[in-house]
């Protein structure tokens, strides 16, 4: 069993930044791939990033390519989620996960945290 625990959601404007924190307990943190997700309202859930257990190598969705930045600190047991030039369309609440990928390198996650909104106003 893994406990997550969001943090760093919050308003911002458009074009500002934010970063997430997801915090781990329980099972080894460093044994899981780790991901991002988000749902808005009305829409279906989206993996925006992941990274595999020693940071070395990450994947993003193309809709937040080149504006949000995942990392992992296994010391802290922590994954971040950096998001610069912040949309409006970024609004949504985020959660993370600890999970796995499948023989097709799909991302399949297994625990989940709480979300954290983040509102990115015009």
């Known amino acids: 069993q893994v406990q997550l625990v969001e943090s760093g959601g919050g308003l911002v404007q458009a074009g500002g930044s934010l970063r997430l924190s997801c915090a781990a307990s329980?099972?080894?943190?460093?044994?899981?791939?780790m991901g991002w997700f988000r749902q808005a309202p009305g829409k279906e859930r989206e993996l925006v990033a992941t990274?595999?257990?020693?940071?070395?190598?990450?994947n993003y969705a193309d809709s937040v390519k080149g504006r949000f930045t995942i990392s992992r600190d296994n010391a802290k047991n922590t994954v971040y989620l950096q998001m610069n030039s912040l949309k409006p369309e970024d609004t949504a609440v985020y959660h993370c996960?600890?999970?796995?990928?499948?023989?097709?390198?799909?991302?399949?996650?297994?625990?989940w945290g709480q979300g954290t909104q983040v509102t990115v106003s015009s």
């Open positions: 329980g099972r080894a943190f460093s044994r899981f791939a």
């Open positions: 996960a600890a999970g796995t990928w499948d023989p097709y390198s799909d991302y399949v996650p297994g625990f």
């Open positions: 990274i595999n257990w020693s940071g070395s190598n990450t």
